[in-house]
């Protein structure tokens, strides 16, 4: 299995702080590989790199073999922040307009994505009045539109009802049957236990546990591993954790 990203020893300083430190990751095509650990861990930061928004301190991002270039927007690249952001003048159809544009897709592809968000019904809506959970799906639409190889996705099913919640599983599912890579930033353990990704837990902007999918299956009667992701994650949250690290499990 290649692999479509690729973190080397890359480390983000803002200022004196050290948001992430001598991070390595390789996440496979055709895999989902989800971030975990508390506010603050990394996460959004990891992804913000991956995504060409920030400069590495140190180190190398690449995707594909192909080292990410700060601020150069990739047809192959959809990045979903926690916070989307739009002109609150433009209407929801003219920001899918632009996605559309900026990728260089056509009707087939608007259609495909209008029926993962389900935002056919507010094309016509100023930004600005939309609510916090349609601005959500805008999000996605300008992410997932044209159907990018690379999938960066910060809390992807916050602020969705369970129906589009359930259409996004499935367009993920369907994305990674046809070979993209996922990289997905989540406290939500039930991706976990729906798309069995690779599992990284972070905590204070280091890597401390690995985990392979197959450890996810709840149903599973040998869930040691995926206890001690699990655990990890609630002890980082408590603020008990020195003693559970020093060790990377691959």
């Known amino acids: 299995m290649s692999t479509g990203l690729r973190f080397e ?56 073999g192909a080292t990410v270039e700060l601020a150069t927007p990739s047809e192959s690249t959809g990045y979903l922040p926690q916070r989307s952001s739009f002109h609150a003048l433009l209407t929801a159809g003219e920001v899918l307009d632009l996605a559309c ?11 495909q ?15 600005g009045n939309l609510s916090g959970g349609w601005l959500r799906r805008l999000g996605l639409l300008s992410c997932l539109v044209g159907s990018p190889q690379l999938l960066l996705l910060d809390e992807p099913f916050v602020g969705l009802d369970p129906e ?6 499935n367009h993920l599912e369907d994305r990674l049957e046809s070979g993209a890579t996922v990289l997905v930033a989540s406290h939500d353990f039930e991706v976990l236990d729906r798309f069995n990704p690779h599992t990284v837990v972070l905590v204070e902007g280091r890597l401390q546990y690995i985990e392979a999918p197959g450890n ?31 060790k990377v499990e691959r």
């Open 9 to 64: 020893s890359v480390t983000r300083r803002f200022g004196k702080l050290d948001a992430l430190t001598n991070f390595g990751l390789q996440c496979p095509s055709g895999s989902m590989t989800c971030l975990v650990g508390p506010n603050g861990a990394g996460k959004s930061t990891a992804l913000a790199l991956a995504a060409g928004l920030l400069p590495p301190t140190s180190g190398q991002i690449t995707v594909s």
């Open 216 to 246: 996810h299956d709840s149903n599973s009667s040998d869930t040691r591993d995926h206890q001690t992701s699990r655990s990890i994650y609630l002890e980082a949250l408590s603020g008990n954790h020195a003693s559970s690290f020093g």
């Open 164 to 169: 589009t919640h359930e259409r996004l599983v």
């Open 101 to 111: 544009a900026i990728r260089s897709v056509g009707a087939r592809a608007r259609r």
């Open 113 to 127: 994505v209008l029926e993962v968000t389900g935002l056919r019904e507010v094309l016509d809506q100023p930004v």
